[in-house]
């Protein structure tokens, strides 16, 4: 059976990005014998450039009436077709579109 993973990584050896920061996707096929990287996703540029300019202490999406929290939702379309996503964290929102 091959799949899609996406890894989040800032510089595409470590996973070292967190779903709510991470700027693109490194995805993998994955089958019984092998794991071969297929692409790299970028993620919706003008969410981020929003995100950056975003005066919450905490990260968009914290329902503090930013509605950054939409850039999560965009991240969560571009990997549908993932079977899963590893990252350095999850919040408790994503982990439920992603479902």
């Known amino acids: 059976m091959t799949y899609k ?3 989040a990584s800032s510089d595409g050896v470590q996973i070292d990005e967190t779903f709510g920061s991470v700027t693109r996707f490194l995805i993998f096929t994955v089958d019984d014998e092998t794991i071969e990287r297929m692409e790299e996703r970028i993620c919706c540029t003008d ?13 968009c999406g914290n329902g503090n009436g930013c509605n950054h929290g939409i850039g999560s939702m965009k991240k969560v379309e571009q990997i549908g077709d993932c ?3 590893v990252c350095q ?7 439920k579109q992603l479902e």
């Open 89 to 95: 964290k999850i919040g408790f929102q994503v982990q």
């Open 83 to 85: 079977r899963c996503v």
């Open 5 to 7: 993973i996406a890894i």
């Open 47 to 59: 969410i981020i450039e929003q995100s950056a300019v975003c005066e919450n202490t905490v990260r």
